[in-house]
């Protein structure tokens, strides 16, 4: 048999390639009924699996009867000869796809004969040659009659429940069937497998021309380039099976994972499609998603209204013992301090369910439940024990989704479930219907999606579980790793105790990134080509930078072409970004989120930040081009690297770089990435803007990208993070609105600005806003920030003259901005007026002042002159009112009058 390509390698080793892979798939395509018939869904799956698993594995398809499978799943021999291994060969993962109808408890062959996947893992476990192999489980059946609608938004093609149909959003509270959506079973297989249901349990599987599941599975299997985890590599076939169903019809599965211990499995960054068929292939793809709204694989913490839901909640219940343990206490420190949670401690179940399920807090944006109980089976079924009180798991799952409450829908639901010794006795009760109102804080989806368990039944599962926590907090690892990666990790850590496996279950099938989410701060963007300017979302630029043709916005109007003898545009249809944005915009910051996210959607990405590096730009040999350029800065951050596919270039702070590089980057890289079709992204200062534009659009088509200021919700949403206090949603904006009245509303437009506004708030303990006190409060931190980058921090002997120094500099700013005089060059200024536009009060433009603060510039001119407001020239009729209530709020401020204080 001819050799076949790895699909991917163990325990994050590439010295440990996947040897040998066996795929099955088990189909019934019911010829015999014209209501059931699959047979063109059938042929078509089977066909797309085939055309995407036979160069990775011995690939078999049938729809023989039910024994005839359980022999080929169960029997070494017979497993064997269909796969045609060689000797001694022993697959070390094994696919299998099971295609048929289903019902509440079942599946059926086209010969009538039922079988459950408790049988399948039952032979599966019979079979010497797969007991090491990983077991990856694909089943696209029905099961059960309940069909499962996205709540918060009208159905667009109408679905007509029939006799034995139910519509998930008319389900009463107590439907024992909606109870089994969310119940935890002990199967007789416990470990080595992964299994994927197309919907959960008590649910109806809907496909039309495919089967959603396969084709998921396919079409992420084929986008791999890369380096992907098991776990973020089944959370995309997740997403994007749901994604088409839902967007047209609003009605569809809920797939879910179960996960039991198992050996880590990357798949490989092969390609998957032949380098013939690779261009038509992406011409097909980029035809068919032409006018859709790329997928957002990552859950973004808003709202459909695209308000921000920052808020994380995390309730516990500890059983009487351990509640008041140093361990418990650590573990809820941790959650608070690097995960941006707040915690709340129950005393019963009752407690606990009326707390997660009632009320609406409209901002929260996740939930997390944490029970340390003893965990045991009964009936087939996890339970725990809460103050002697059996409860099933499915019951705590129970209180977090629809119809029991709509506060969750659409929002990731975090259970952990620790295993711990005995407790005491306790009565419960049950509650009923329930009708979902959308607000501008919902987020439509189906009523079952979201949850993410974790079971861990071992005795040290507390201290496992804090100690891997703590692992995946510390720097490095935190801002790359998601909540499903930390579960799949703790089950592969765990250890089984009184027949319990360690088990995850999942319904979420977005990545729930472990870092707290700030990316929408700068996410509120604007693309502009010559006169032509359009919105542009921080997922859509990723999946631009991202694309296949590098940095391919040819869909735009190409700027006029430079008619000059020495330059030729290289590739019109080929560009740059140019992201320009003053200081304090967060320009950085989204050069960071973009590098991560471009890494995450499989591009090489070198991110150089100019402004830290420029000794190694002097030490850089140009003639050797960008390519040597990003080995070198890969290396001096310990990732050496060969300049390979698939590269994104970040250059950030180029306003730092000096005239003579800028010409070389210019002439000598930007030439040679554009034809080599390299994507690349530059930041810079709004003042350095023009001259790339003219040096670049002799090169290529340039696009400048806009951060748009912070939109109201924002700024709520940031204070709300960053005030250390309770706060309701109605003071913030109290303050927001006095602010402003004051005129001075660029203080919150910015992150930069606006964290110093919390800070002000934190530090007076709120109340009525002083202007003139908040001024003097941003203007202190700013000069501290900006002395700090340069290296001169607040107790050194040099301190406190560098800050006269800077205060003096933007003391004669001011006069000069409000006076509309040229800046006066002071020779021993030049290097800090060069750098003036860097703590976001001024720029220079043509030698004269721009206030990109005019609040902080009123408060420098008023600080330090007190010439009479009506001997100022024409400024003073822009910012009178400023002026007005700047001087009030002087008068009022029992501040002691001293900036330098």
Known sequence: MAAMNSIGYWDGDWSKPVRSTCALVVH??????????????????????????????????????????????????????TFQLHEEEKPELFIVFILTHGYKSAMVTDLNEFFTSREVYNHLNRNSLLSDALKLLFISACRGNIIDEEVFKACNVPVYETPGRMMSRHIDRNNPENLDAVRVSVDPIDKNCITMFECVETTLSFSDFRTKLVKAFCETFRKVQMDMGIEEFLTRCMCQQRYKKLRFLMYGSTPELRI?????????????????????????????????????????????DNIPLLLRRAHFYVMPRFRDSREIQSLRENLEENYGFE???????????????????????????????????????????????????????????????????????????????????YVQGIRKVLTYVKTEFSRADTIHAGLLTVILPQRDSVQMFKETLQEFSNPGKIDKASFQQFFFELVRRGKSENSIPPMAISTLDKELRMDFPANFFIENLTLVTGE??????????????????????????????????????????????????????????????????????????????????????????WTKGYRDLVEKFSRNRGESRKFGENELLILDGYESVEAEYQQLYLSKMVRDMVSDKVTL?????????????????????????????????????????????????????????????????????????????????????????????????????????????????????????????LANIHFSCAYDYFFDRQVHQLQKDEIKLKNLSENGIFRIENYRLVALSKTLAVFLFLYKHTIPLLSIPRRFNEEKRLFEIMQSHRKRSDWEDDLFS
């Open 681 to 805: 992204l530059i930041t810079t200062r709004p003042e350095k803007k023009e001259a790339l534009r003219i040096s670049l659009e002799r090169i290529c088509q340039v696009h400048f990208l806009y951060i748009n200021k912070l939109p109201r919700e924002n700024q709520i949403a940031f204070l709300n993070q960053k005030i250390r206090r309770i706060i309701y949603r109605e003071d913030i904006k109290f303050y927001l609105d006095m602010i402003v009245e004051f005129s001075a509303v660029e203080l919150v437009e910015k992150i930069s600005t606006l964290e110093k506004v919390a800070d002000f708030i934190n530090m007076t303990n709120g109340g009525y806003i002083n202007l003139y006190e908040l001024s003097s409060h941003v203007l202190k931190l700013t000069f501290t920030s900006s002395l700090k980058r340069a290296g001169i921090i607040c107790g050194r002997s040099t301190y406190h003259q560098e800050f006269k120094e």
């Open 532 to 621: 032509k300017s359009q919105a542009i979302s921080l997922n859509e630029l990723v999946q631009r930078l991202c694309s296949a043709h590098g940095n391919d916005l040819s869909t735009l109007p190409c700027p006029h072409q430079v008619e000059d003898d020495e330059y030729v545009i290289i590739n019109p249809e080929f560009s740059v970004i140019v992201l320009s944005a003053d200081a304090g915009s967060g320009k950085s910051e989204l050069a960071k989120v973009l590098a991560r996210r471009a890494k995450r959607e499989q591009k090489n990405v070198t991110l150089v930040d100019l402004r830290k590096d420029p000794e190694n730009l002097d030490l850089f040999d």
């Open 343 to 425: 915690t709340e401690h129950h005393y019963s179940f009752a407690e606990l369910k009326l707390s997660v399920s009632e009320g609406r807090e409209n901002l929260e944006g996740c939930v997390l439940v944490c029970i340390i109980a003893p965990i045991f089976e009964q009936d087939g079924e996890l339970c725990v024990n809460i103050d002697g009180e059996i409860t099933t798991i499915k019951k705590i799952h129970h209180c977090a989704i629809g119809p029991t409450t709509e506060k969750w829908v659409g929002k990731p639901k975090i259970f952990v479930f620790l295993h711990a010794v005995q407790s005491n006795p």
């Open 260 to 304: 039991l211990k198992h050996r880590p499995l990357t798949i490989t960054k092969k390609l998957y499609i032949r380098r013939e068929a690779r261009p038509l292939m992406e011409l097909a793809l980029q035809y068919l998603g032409r006018g859709l709204k790329p997928i957002e694989f990552t859950y973004n913490w808003k709202s459909d």
């Open 28 to 81: 019934y395509p019911f010829l015999h009924d014209q209501r059931t018939s699959r047979k063109e869904r059938d042929k078509y799956d089977v066909k797309n699996l085939k055309d995407t698993l036979k160069d990775f594995a011995h690939f078999y398809e049938t729809s023989a009867s039910k024994l005839e499978v359980f022999e080929l799943l169960g029997n070494e021999d017979k497993f064997s000869k």
